[in-house]
């Protein structure tokens, strides 16, 4: 949801009831009407406590339970805990906490209600209020309302005057973003634990899939409920068991923002505060290596995976589908020259897969193209997505940068077309055009405003390349140029979530080029924009319960899947982000990048056919088939539960292992072991013969896994992990192939081993 400002009045406080009417043109629901009927009379406050400067109460209203959380003459919200149609037959307190919370358990012809609200945080104010049901018969819910209602300095909620930022969008997690302005409240996120409420949606067959939003004033969840006809589905809430309605964490903060800067920080800032609420799932350890190997063997044997072309070597996009591309020829091959380096041993298909790129270039546009001269008719050899023009150049600069002259060559013939098409845009891509004249195919995505919003950042990036190269200021220029014109999207700026992370990572790399504090801030708005479409919850719906979609970004702003792709080229711009950003990224920025990464080598294992369920795979695939013996990933993940691989196989996210390996896994030298950690290491110091002082990059309070890996046929030596203060760790696990621990994120510690032979 993009921002919405209402357009209500603010009435005065001592306004009478015939001049709190709805005003002609404006409309109001039946359940904001019950509430401000409900807060004119005289509730019963079942307790009370204090947040800060924010009061809250905790009333019984004619249908449902309500937490109304006030500041003085400054408006408030009210949030409904607990809803029962025909109102609460016994309301009673269970157990009061020591002045920041509440208990109690009330009785309905529904069944057994339970609520438990708590308030928490000095600076950042934060208010978690659940709420469960457990029925006396089945349970059919046809429908459910809303929980979140801005009021005004009178208790109404009609005269509210504010602006929604962001709501939840298809899967991705159940938020709302908004600014209470008139009364000047503040600044509230919304955000509804999805995963607590895994329960209600497998009895009751329902989705959470854009759930939480709504129209002013009438916000916040709308549980989803089995679709309405004459026969509607029946699958009831089961008597006598407890479940889940609602989990909402509501972060407040006193001012709002004045610029689209710092609202990206506070976004990022609240959101973060929300998700150190959350129970987090436990990431395992994963042999990113191997599958590594396993990948490079398939894509050297394979005879699905590759084609021969003009004498070359190419990969195909997908399993047996698709032709030779050049987007798909350079991340596999980036990848591949990525893993060689890692291992200190060259590849000969990186090599093999280089000798065809120049099959690419059209000399007389002298830009590359997407697809090779042969490519089939049932293509449109001249149409190319606006994103498509540049991410091999970033590919070629990166090895043109690492000293591959060829690259070199190959990237600054063809920038220059790069800079054309911008000029010719203004900074501000269709869709799809056609390369030979910029002739626009397909302008704007569904909302008929908008086209590839994101491209600007990762345009950036790429003139950020070329000036490293060639020290050329023209290219600097396009860089700020790019970003420039990005400025005011806010939190429509997604398009493609790779393409987010590296404006990201863009913006913060022309910072430390030039010093201008407006590109580190600018980096934020990526970043909001980027985990507004995040899945920050775990599905356990259908076919989603046998993977994870924790923390995973939707490969566009409105897809309804995951896909590797996106998922592992985040992962790198966003650790390339981490590297320039330095000590002055704000801890809950560092948090959500740190732990979105940590969570790629978690969840990323999933797309792989061979870690899931034969028969939870699509048996119908878009593009190809899948073949579970191959290490190549699946394009699609649902949290919806939806069977994964309908998109397909794709060949061309094989680079995902090579780059999660490479920067996952760590070398000792002398040493018998590897070293794997979740966390990217800030700093890697030998400070004796068998003894290594690492930094980790993260923040305090969350935590990583750190991992001993057997290396070679040597068995593993005693080993020992200890503080920088010389505090012991202990291992977490212990097996001949590995030995665990769990550190804080933020740590330095020391790791020291005996001899083979000790």
């Known amino acids: ?52 400067d924010f009061g809250a109460e905790l009333v019984h209203g004619s249908d449902s339970l309500w937490l109304v959380v006030r500041r003085p003459e400054r408006g408030g919200l009210a949030v409904r805990a607990a809803y029962a149609p025909g109102g609460f037959e016994t309301v009673r307190k269970v157990r009061a ?99 607590a409420l895994n329960p209600y949606f497998r009895a009751t067959g329902t989705k959470p899939m854009g759930v939480v939003g709504g129209e002013w004033p009438e916000l916040g969840y709308l549980p989803p409920c089995p679709p309405q006809s004459g026969t509607p589905p029946v699958n009831p809430l089961p008597a006598g068991e407890e479940v889940m309605m609602s989990d909402a964490i509501i972060v407040l903060r006193d001012f709002g923002a004045t610029s689209e800067q710092e609202k990206a920080r506070q976004f990022l800032q609240m959101l973060g505060e929300a998700y150190r609420a959350l129970d987090l799932p436990r990431p395992c ?88 001269p042969n490519v089939g008719e049932d293509k449109d050899a001249n ?54 004249d910029f002739s626009v195919i397909t302008a704007t995505r569904e909302d008929e405003e908008h086209g590839q919003t994101d491209v600007g950042g990762f345009y950036a990036y790429v003139m950020l390349q070329a000036f490293e190269l060639t020290g050329e200021a023209r290219y600097l ?46 980096a934020l708005v ?45 992962f790198a711009a966003l650790e390339q982000f981490v590297r320039d950003s330095g000590p002055e990224l704000d801890p809950a920025v560092r948090m959500l990048v740190c732990e979105y990464c940590k969570y790629v080598l978690h969840r990323g294992w999933y797309y792989y056919p061979d870690a899931l369920p034969a028969d939870v795979l699509a048996t119908e695939n878009r593009n190809g088939h899948i073949n579970n013996k191959l290490s190549f990933p699946l394009e699609d993940l649902y949290a919806d539960g939806s069977q994964p691989g309908q998109v397909g196989q794709e060949v061309y996210g094989a680079g995902a292992a090579f780059v999660l390996a490479s920067r996952a896994f760590h070398q000792v030298e002398d040493a018998p072991f590897r070293l794997f950690c979740n966390y990217f290491l800030l700093a890697k110091e030998r400070t004796g013969d068998r003894a290594l002082s690492i930094q980790l990059t993260g923040t305090q309070g969350c935590t990583a896994l750190f991992v001993i890996v057997r290396h070679g046929r040597a068995k593993l030596p005693e080993c020992q992990l200890v503080t920088a203060g010389g505090d012991p760790i202990r291992p977490s696990m212990v097996a001949d192939e ?12 020391v790791l020291t081993w005996s001899q083979a032979d000790d």
């Not at 398939?298 to 070597?313: E, F, I, N, V, W």
């Not at 890692?342 to 120049?358: C, F, T």
């Not at 991410?391 to 077309?417: C, E, K, M, T, V």
């Not at 987010?500 to 022309?510: I, Q, S, V």
């Open 97 to 195: 906490t020591t002045g920041d919370g509440l208990r109690l358990e009330a009785v309905s012809a529904l069944g057994t209600h339970r609520v438990q609200v708590d308030g928490s945080g000095d600076d950042l104010h934060r208010l978690r209020v659940r709420s469960t049901l457990m029925p006396c018969e089945p349970l059919l819910v046809p429908f459910a309302p809303r929980d979140l209602y801005p009021l005004d300095a009178g208790d109404d909620p009609l005269g509210s005057h504010g602006t929604v930022h962001a709501a939840q969008r298809g899967p991705n997690s159940g938020l709302v973003y908004l600014t209470l302005d008139d009364p000047a409240f503040g600044e509230v996120l919304y955000f509804q634990n999805l995963t």
């Open 738 to 749: 590995r030995i665990e621990f769990n550190v804080p994120a933020d740590a330095r510690v």
């Open 285 to 372: 350890y994963r042999d990113w290596e191997h599958r590594a190997r396993r990948t490079l063997k398939d894509l050297q044997k394979a005879p699905d995976a590759t084609c021969r072309s003009y004498g070359h070597l190419y990969v195909r996009p997908y399993v047996a589908a698709e032709y030779p591309d050049s987007m798909v020829q350079m991340t596999i091959m980036a990848s591949l020259y990525d893993f060689a380096a890692w291992s200190g041993k060259p590849i000969e298909l990186a090599d093999e897969l280089a000798a065809g790129m120049g099959k690419f270039y059209d000399p007389r546009l002298r830009t590359l193209r997407r697809y090779l």
């Open 1 to 52: 949801m993009s921002d919405q400002s209402t357009s209500h009045a603010t009435a005065p406080a001592d306004r009478d009831a015939a001049e709190a009417e709805p005003q002609p043109g404006r409309s109001a629901s039946l359940y904001a009407l019950a509430l401000r009927q409900d807060l004119r009379g005289k509730l019963k406050i079942i307790g009370s406590f204090a947040v800060g």
């Open 383 to 436: 149409a190319v997505d606006a994103w498509y023009l540049y991410h091999p150049l970033r590919n070629l600069a990166r090895l043109a940068l690492d000293g591959q002259d060829w690259a070199r060559d190959l990237f600054l013939r063809s920038i220059d077309y790069a800079i054309k098409a911008a000029h010719h845009f203004k900074y501000v891509w269709p869709i799809q055009y056609d390369v030979r």
């Open 477 to 522: 220029d396009e860089a700020r140029a790019a970003i420039d014109a990005a400025v005011g999207m806010r939190f429509e700026l997604e398009y493609e979530a790779n393409l987010t992370a590296w404006g990201a990572a863009a913006c913060m790399r022309l910072w430390r080029i030039t010093e201008d504090a407006r590109y580190r801030e600018q």
């Open 526 to 570: 990526y970043l909001a924009s980027l985990f507004h479409n995040c899945e920050i919850w775990e599905s356990q719906i259908g076919a989603a319960e046998h993977y994870s979609n924790f923390l995973g970004a939707t490969a566009l702003h409105d897809a309804p899947y995951m896909a590797m792709y996106e998922c592992f080229d985040s």
